[in-house]
């Protein structure tokens, strides 16, 4: 996959295309916003505490779309097929603390990918039309998730940086 992502980020121009660093692809459970620390820290010990006997598990990267559409692209992402529904099952249990904690849940359908890419203007729609169509049910292959880090993001000019607060291990096999 990297040596595809290599391929496709040489073949936009860089003003086009704002390409995410491979180190920081991440799947995103729910998003808080503002939070104190105090929050985050009451939010992390009761996921800890839920989720410290679970299992890891797979899942599986597959196919290659955007959000927004060709006409106001927002994300190039690669899929995740959930197979066994412990995605899912993570983000209910993160959505719920959060709720007990004064947070809103996001009322979007949960659709879990890795973002790759923000387009901010795509002169070559044609080629980025292309791409997706040839990788839209591509297989990736399967990841093992061992760990989720609970990470504080702070918007800087020069894009996100991600801090982490917390990792929850899942038990190996």
Do not use: C
Request: proline share 6%.
């Amino acid at each position: 996959m990297r040596n595809h992502f290599r391929e496709w980020t040489g073949s936009f121009p860089r003003s086009s295309i704002k390409w995410a660093d491979p180190a920081h692809w991440h799947l995103t459970l729910t998003f808080l916003g503002d939070t104190t620390t105090a929050q985050a820290e009451s939010i992390g010990k009761e996921l800890s505490a839920r989720w410290e006997s679970l299992p890891a598990f797979s899942i599986r990267l597959k196919g290659l779309g955007l959000f927004g559409g060709m006409n106001r692209p927002r994300v190039i992402w690669i899929g995740v097929d959930d197979e066994g529904g412990m995605l899912q099952r993570l983000k209910v249990d993160a959505d719920e603390t959060a709720r007990r904690h004064g947070f809103e849940p996001d009322v979007r359908p949960f659709k879990p990918h890795l973002t790759l890419a923000r387009p901010r203007f795509v002169s070559e729609r044609k080629k980025l039309w292309e791409l997706l169509e040839k990788y839209k049910d591509h297989d990736w292959g399967q990841v093992v998730v061992k760990e989720i880090i609970f990470f504080e993001s702070r918007l800087l000019p020069e894009g996100a940086v991600h801090l982490p607060l917390r990792k929850f291990s899942f038990q190996s096999g």
